[in-house]
């Protein structure tokens, strides 16, 4: 049987919970004991009939104001649908109650107090129920009763509303005039309004396309748990996100990039012969690959998004305002990730749908960010995909959830977008001075090929300190070698530079320069630099050739280097005394194809060393013993 799930929105005291406790009794989903109950309490309140909306308003709070002010979810069903109804609050203060509800819904109920018309959160509503991508948007204009039934008001309410919907992208938006109270158009036809030639509301939410909203297409299947029972099984578990699978599809992992093929769909009732979206089964592939959770299993020839750089809209769900220099940890599938806003683009006004300049967002508002991802996310826009569109964000040190967002598509800057990357400058009316001694005669010298060893990681990770027991190294096999730290620089060549990202892309480019003089001197170069930009480790690349430029990634978990700590500058920067401070409040871009790999939380200095010297040795830069 399908399953609906839907929300309620309107202003308050529209008859959203009376409409839901109406149709729960008018389909015999609620027991004597609970109807009992609720009309106790209506004649405790005094009221001359019985108040339905007693049905979902479940706090005290609720009860003695009459307003919904938590989420509250009711099942039913009839013989032809399931559904899961959310009946969201409508006051403006609880705005994060209405999209915690309605970020599963594929229908939202919208409700109009006829004798109001269109007012301010109608249209509030509405706008929230277009910007979670809720497919079907059902305008039900209520207390129609009040109005003696009058067809003239409801025409121009719908026209008015209708107009406004203009402004929205909704895929689908239905109207229907009813009275929650007297029963009219809910379940059963109203004889009140003959006029009206259009379905009940639950003939509609019975007959509505279920489904609309589910990703068939792209395969999303985000890691789990690893399943290992005994050494003869190795599954790894989860619920499909979206597309569907089968046994024998090529598929890859992500990050890692390893690809298999799919040996079985396993369940606890067996195997399948296929799987679709929202199923929990458990995949094995054919090949033993290390994959964990976090990870996602996707089609070969059909790939998320990959990127640390996202485009958000977010509402933020807090008492606390969003600090927008802070570190958060954002949730997204089974995968969590420091992250850090870059950029509050602007905050929505909900009432005129106008864009406004914003420094922070403070409780129940929206607004447009960027933010960016210590580790990159795998991921397809909202719109297109919901399951992975999708995330939270958590606050490190309470472990509350702070906002909900909608990630819009990979961030990007106005330079990538209009203008090309400038030439490599230099300075006018100057010649490249060949030296008398070429580099080539320096090689045969030296006994060794010149290179440039660019070590880069997180600060912590242990760059230096493979990088001078390397140095040693070489210096005792009679290697002739210059070494550049990070540090060392900023003292004199780079003591004007700062830690933006144009600072830093300048630092490197600086630094490269020297790398490739102190290269064409014969000499193995010894560079380490955080360089947390891809594009700027390209660019040292670039100035060498193929083959000499041999990018080492010091690997370390970011927790493991914020306890050690060697300097002192992880505890500042948590403080927030060192602003744009990598792996804290500014990013860092692993290298994508790096020559060597090293991982200094499980690996001894001297295991390192002699693993570089090998590879050195196997690329032809350093000769065979």
Not at 149 to 165: G, K, L, M, W
Request: aromatic share 8%; with cysteine.
């Amino acid at each position: 049987m399908d399953l609906l799930r839907l929300t309620t929105a309107g202003s308050v005291d529209d008859g959203k919970s009376t409409l839901i406790g109406r149709l729960l009794y008018d389909t015999k989903a609620i027991f004597e004991d609970q109807l009992e109950a609720v009309e106790r309490a209506s004649r405790s309140r005094g009221d001359p009939y019985v108040d339905l909306a007693l049905l979902t308003d479940g706090l005290r709070a609720e009860r003695e104001q009459g307003i919904t002010i938590d989420v509250a979810y009711r099942y039913f069903a009839t013989p032809r649908r399931k559904f899961i109804i959310a009946d969201t609050p409508g006051h403006i203060q609880y705005t994060r109650n209405m999209v915690t509800g309605a970020s599963t819904a594929e229908l939202a109920i919208i409700l109009i107090d006829a004798r109001k018309g269109v007012v301010t959160q109608s249209k509030r509503h509405g706008f929230l129920a277009s910007l979670l991508e809720i497919p079907h948007i059902l305008v039900t204009v209520n207390k129609m009763d009040l109005v003696d039934y009058s067809q003239e008001v409801y025409n121009r309410i719908v026209a008015e509303y209708t107009e406004f919907a203009t402004k929205l992208s909704v895929q689908d938006m239905t109207f229907i005039p009813i009275s929650a109270l007297k029963g009219d158009n809910v379940v059963h036809k109203s004889a009140n309004m003959p006029w009206y030639e259009g379905p009940t509301l639950l003939h509609y939410l019975e007959h509505v396309n279920v489904g609309s909203s589910r990703n068939l297409v792209d395969f999303r299947f985000p890691v789990q748990t690893v399943i290992r029972p005994h050494q003869d099984f190795r599954g790894f578990a989860g619920q499909i996100f979206s597309g569907t699978i089968s046994p024998g599809e090529e598929v890859v992992v992500l990050p890692s990039g390893q690809t298999s093929r799919v040996r079985a769909i396993v369940t606890a009732d067996g195997e399948l012969q296929e799987a679709a979206a929202g199923d929990s089964v458990i995949l094995t592939l054919e090949d033993e690959l290390d994959v964990s959770r976090g990870d996602m299993i996707v089609r070969k020839k059909n790939l998320p998004t990959v990127a640390n750089q996202l485009e958000c809209i977010v509402c933020w769900m807090h008492e606390e305002p969003m600090n927008p220099r802070g570190t958060y940890i954002l949730q997204h599938t089974t995968r969590q990730v420091r992250a850090f806003i870059s950029e509050v683009t602007y905050r929505i006004d909900v009432d005129t749908l106008h864009r406004e300049p914003a420094q922070t967002l403070q409780l129940n508002e929206i607004g447009r960010l960027k933010i960016t991802t210590t580790q990159p996310l795998f991921f397809d826009p909202y719109k297109l995909n919901r399951a992975t569109g999708g995330f939270i964000l958590i606050d490190p040190y309470t472990n509350v959830t702070v906002a909900a967002g909608m990630i819009r598509r990979r961030a990007r800057d106005l330079d990538e977008v209009v203008v090309q990357e400038p030439a490599r400058q230099k300075s006018t009316n100057v010649v490249w001075e060949s030296t008398a001694i070429t580099r080539e005669q320096r090689e045969r010298r030296n006994g060794h090929r010149a290179a440039v060893l660019w070590f880069t990681g997180l600060s912590g990770s242990g760059k230096s300190t493979v990088a001078r027991k390397l140095e040693q190294r070489l210096y005792a096999m009679g290697c002739q070698t210059m070494y550049l730290d990070g540090d060392n620089v900023r003292h004199g060549l780079n003591g004007d530079l700062g830690f933006s990202p144009e600072d830093r892309k300048e630092n490197i480019r600086r630094v490269a320069e020297v790398a490739r003089l102190s290269f064409e001197h014969g000499n193995l170069t010894l560079c380490t630099f955080i360089s947390p930009y891809r594009a700027d480790r390209d660019f040292a690349r670039s100035l060498l050739p193929h083959g000499r430029f041999v990018e080492i990634y010091v690997k370390c978990d970011l927790e493991v280097c914020k306890r050690r700590d060697p300097k002192g500058l992880y505890a500042r920067a948590l403080r927030g005394e060192i602003p744009e401070f990598t792996g804290v409040s500014s990013p860092y871009e692993e290298p994508e194809s790096p020559e060597i790999v090293v991982e200094t939380d499980v690996q001894s200095v001297d295991d390192i060393v002699n693993y570089i010297v090998e590879e050195l040795t196997r690329r032809g830069i350093l000769e065979q013993p």
